[in-house]
């Protein structure tokens, strides 16, 4: 690791000021017998740059083309409506209309090499791609376009034929989704309509449903009213059959005692005797009539507690009955107003995933067509078209070898990438700006300055021979690339202050006197003289002119010569 310079010129348009060489032989020589000679040299306007110089070699990139095309077989239709047979409905409560989970083989066997689906889905012998000629050698100089290889006619239209009929699987189970997620779509909708019209109705269905089993604990309890208030009303009449069975018993009895008492003047008091007997007989009928309507009553009364009993059975029945409907009739509607209201969601959910199968299909549709699109863009007129341009490095097919995914095909000197390592040590690599301007002078085009960027910088490393760090930098070359070649040297220059725009001369054509700057030039007589200048900045090699001068003003460069 050496410095070859610390200062380079850096002349923006201008490479360098033009110098015109004039040998003056004056009228005296110098001392020593010397003479003056003097050399033509312009006032350019450009950049003055300083910085870091350092001799590198070019290293032209290499490019390596490879078959990476995946055409990996789609499996097809029938392997793949094989798997689609349940409904997504089936996760949905109350059954929202499904689609089918259509299977969705994809499965890649990597890259150009594939397996192709059988009616039964067992994967048939790969395919690949067979070299029929090639048409580059190492050395050779391709542009892009130029054609590589040649392939077997057969094994192109093998997998062409291949991909065309994944195509084919693939749109039909597209198409055959898009008819089954129709009625799939009708059936969710219906199970939305089903749902949002139960929970609307939900209140009054289980008021209408309640009031069924209220009218009945109603009626029942009507039922057992009824009952009691006739038990009560045959009571109440009882008591007063009652009365006047003791009446009637009472007037049977003295009726008795007078056919008693009369019995012995019967024959004299026959009429008598007569009444006496017909009021007993009529007494005893009545007395009779009373027991008869009593015990009639007294049945009614023991039917009537044991109607009451079962009408209050049946109304605490109806109760129980009315309570549990209640309970039954609350939940149902509870579960009706939260499906109600899950509708929505549940049928965002079932569409969701209909979409999300479709638009599945419809990928591996799209997929299968890409794959052809891509493999017909790959292989034009059964033959590989190189990439990129340059010349060939490297060919690693022959006639007769098989093509897989990921296939190396040829190597290329990458034109488009030209880069030079140059090792800086950490003081240096400290001054440069990572960002900042690289300019480059190859020894092949000594009057030529290319521009370059950093693009890489290694870690730091120890040079234990010369005890120091140093960085190895890769500065990527810019522009105009195609006269640069593997190998050739140049110094690269990392500027590391620039002055744009300025007015210069060559350091040789300024002297000084005291504080002063002068130069030398011709008067409008052709006489050398003097003229102050103001400098400035300076490269090393050139100088800033502030004042004094302007562009394209000529000035003389002073040098001796010895007598010989």
Same mark, same amino acid.
């Given at each position: 690791?050496?410095?070859?310079?610390?200062?380079?010129?850096?002349?923006?348009?201008?490479?360098?000021?033009?110098?015109?060489?004039?040998?003056?032989?004056?009228?005296?020589?110098?001392?020593?017998?010397?003479?003056?000679?003097?050399?033509?040299?312009?006032?350019?306007?450009?950049?003055?740059?300083?910085?870091?110089?350092?001799?590198?070699?070019?290293?032209?990139?290499?490019?390596?083309?490879?078959?990476?095309?995946?055409?990996?077989?789609?499996?097809?239709?029938?392997?793949?409506?094989?798997?689609?047979?349940?409904?997504?409905?089936?996760?949905?409560?109350?059954?929202?209309?499904?689609?089918?989970?259509?299977?969705?083989?994809?499965?890649?066997?990597?890259?150009?090499?594939?397996?192709?689906?059988? &009616?039964?889905?067992?994967?048939?012998?790969?395919?690949?791609?067979?070299?029929?000629?090639?048409?580059?050698? &190492?050395?050779?100089?391709?542009?892009?376009?130029?054609?590589?290889?040649?392939?077997?006619?057969?094994?192109?239209?093998?997998?062409? %034929?291949?991909?065309?009929?994944?195509?084919?699987?693939?749109?039909?189970?597209?198409?055959?989704?898009?008819?089954?997620?129709?009625?799939?779509?009708?059936?969710?909708?219906?199970?939305?309509? #089903?749902?949002?019209?139960?929970?609307?109705?939900?209140?009054?269905?289980?008021?209408?449903?309640?009031?069924?089993?209220?009218?009945?604990?109603?009626?029942?309890?009507?039922?057992?009213?009824?009952?009691?208030?006739?038990?009560?009303?045959?009571?109440?009449?009882?008591? %007063?059959?009652?009365?006047?069975?003791?009446?009637?018993?009472? *007037?049977?009895?003295?009726?008795?005692?007078?056919?008693?008492?009369?019995?012995?003047?019967?024959?004299?008091?026959?009429?008598?005797?007569?009444?006496?007997?017909?009021?007993? =007989?009529?007494?005893?009928?009545?007395? =009779?009539?009373?027991?008869?309507?009593?015990?009639?009553?007294?049945?009614?009364?023991?039917?009537?507690?044991?109607?009451?009993? #079962? +009408?209050?059975?049946?109304?605490?029945?109806?109760?129980?009955?009315?309570?549990?409907?209640?309970?039954?009739?609350?939940?149902?509607?509870?579960?009706?107003?939260?499906?109600?209201?899950?509708?929505?969601?549940?049928?965002?959910?079932?569409?969701?995933?209909?979409?999300?199968?479709?638009?599945?299909?419809?990928?591996?549709?799209? +997929?299968?067509?890409?794959?052809?699109?891509?493999?017909?863009?790959?292989?034009?007129?059964?033959?590989?078209? +190189?990439?990129?341009?340059?010349?060939?490095?490297?060919?690693?097919?022959? %006639?007769?070898?098989?093509?897989?995914?990921?296939?190396?095909?040829?190597?290329?000197?990458?034109?488009?990438?030209?880069?030079?390592?140059?090792?800086?040590?950490?003081?240096?690599?400290?001054?440069?700006?990572?960002?900042?301007?690289?300019?480059?002078?190859?020894?092949?085009?000594?009057?030529?300055? *290319?521009?370059?960027?950093?693009?890489?910088?290694?870690?730091?490393?120890?040079?234990?021979?010369?005890?120091?760090?140093?960085?190895?930098?890769?500065? #990527?070359?810019?522009?105009?690339?195609?006269?640069?070649?593997?190998?050739?040297?140049?110094?690269?220059?990392?500027?590391?202050?620039?002055?744009?725009? &300025?007015?210069?001369?060559?350091?040789?054509?300024?002297?000084?006197?005291?504080?002063?700057?002068?130069?030398?030039?011709?008067?409008?007589?052709?006489?050398?003289?003097?003229?102050?200048?103001?400098?400035?900045?300076?490269?090393?090699?050139?100088?800033?002119?502030?004042?004094?001068?302007?562009?394209?003003?000529?000035?003389?460069?002073?040098?001796? &010569?010895?007598?010989?």
């Amino acid at each position: 690791m050496k410095n070859k310079a610390k200062l380079l010129i850096g002349t923006g348009a201008a490479a360098a000021a033009g110098i015109v060489a004039v040998s003056l032989r004056l009228a005296g020589l110098g001392h020593g017998g010397e003479e003056l000679v003097y050399k033509e040299s312009k006032a350019e306007y450009g950049s003055l740059t300083v910085g870091i110089t350092e001799e590198a070699t070019v290293e032209i990139g290499t490019l390596e083309q490879r078959f990476e095309l995946d055409i990996s077989a789609l499996v097809d239709s029938t392997a793949t409506a094989a798997s689609g047979g349940q409904t997504a409905a089936g996760a949905m409560p109350g059954g929202f209309g499904g689609m089918g989970n259509g299977g969705s083989g994809n499965g890649s066997s990597g890259m150009l090499s594939f397996g192709v689906m059988n &009616v039964e889905g067992q994967a048939s012998q790969s395919q690949s791609l067979e070299v029929a000629d090639v048409k580059i050698a &190492v050395g050779q100089e391709v542009r892009e376009g130029d054609i590589l290889y040649i392939l077997t006619t057969e094994s192109v239209e093998e997998i062409r %034929e291949t991909l065309s009929e994944d195509i084919r699987d693939a749109k039909a189970d597209y198409e055959a989704l898009e008819i089954e997620q129709k009625a799939s779509r009708t059936q969710a909708q219906q199970g939305y309509d #089903t749902y949002v019209t139960n929970g609307k109705y939900a209140q009054l269905i289980y008021e209408n449903e309640l009031k069924t089993y209220q009218e009945a604990v109603e009626d029942a309890a009507a039922a057992v009213d009824d009952k009691q208030n006739t038990y009560n009303e045959n009571l109440l009449a009882l008591a %007063e059959i009652q009365e006047e069975y003791a009446e009637a018993q009472t *007037f049977l009895r003295e009726a008795q005692g007078a056919v008693a008492e009369n019995y012995e003047g019967r024959h004299e008091n026959a009429y008598y005797y007569t009444v006496y007997l017909n009021t007993r =007989d009529t007494a005893q009928k009545l007395a =009779d009539q009373y027991e008869e309507e009593l015990e009639r009553m007294n049945d009614e009364l023991a039917q009537l507690a044991l109607d009451i009993q #079962t +009408a209050v059975r049946t109304m605490n029945q109806c109760q129980l009955d009315y309570e549990k409907a209640k309970l039954d009739l609350g939940q149902m509607q509870e579960i009706d107003a939260y499906y109600a209201g899950k509708a929505s969601e549940w049928y965002s959910i079932q569409t969701a995933s209909l979409d999300n199968e479709l638009a599945s299909a419809k990928k591996r549709y799209d +997929a299968a067509e890409e794959k052809l699109a891509a493999f017909d863009h790959s292989v034009q007129d059964n033959s590989i078209l +190189a990439e990129y341009s340059g010349v060939v490095t490297e060919v690693f097919l022959s %006639e007769g070898d098989t093509l897989s995914g990921g296939s190396s095909l040829v190597a290329l000197n990458d034109s488009k990438s030209v880069s030079m390592d140059v090792s800086l040590g950490e003081e240096d690599y400290k001054a440069v700006d990572r960002d900042g301007a690289v300019n480059i002078v190859f020894t092949a085009y000594p009057d030529e300055i *290319f521009s370059g960027r950093i693009t890489e910088v290694s870690d730091a490393a120890y040079d234990s021979s010369l005890g120091t760090v140093y960085y190895t930098v890769t500065v #990527t070359v810019q522009g105009e690339l195609s006269g640069l070649y593997e190998g050739m040297t140049g110094d690269v220059t990392f500027v590391t202050k620039e002055l744009r725009e &300025v007015c210069y001369v060559s350091n040789r054509a300024v002297f000084r006197e005291g504080t002063k700057s002068y130069v030398k030039v011709r008067d409008d007589s052709g006489n050398i003289v003097k003229q102050e200048v103001t400098t400035g900045f300076s490269d090393g090699v050139h100088v800033e002119v502030v004042a004094g001068l302007s562009e394209g003003d000529i000035v003389l460069i002073e040098s001796k &010569v010895g007598e010989t």
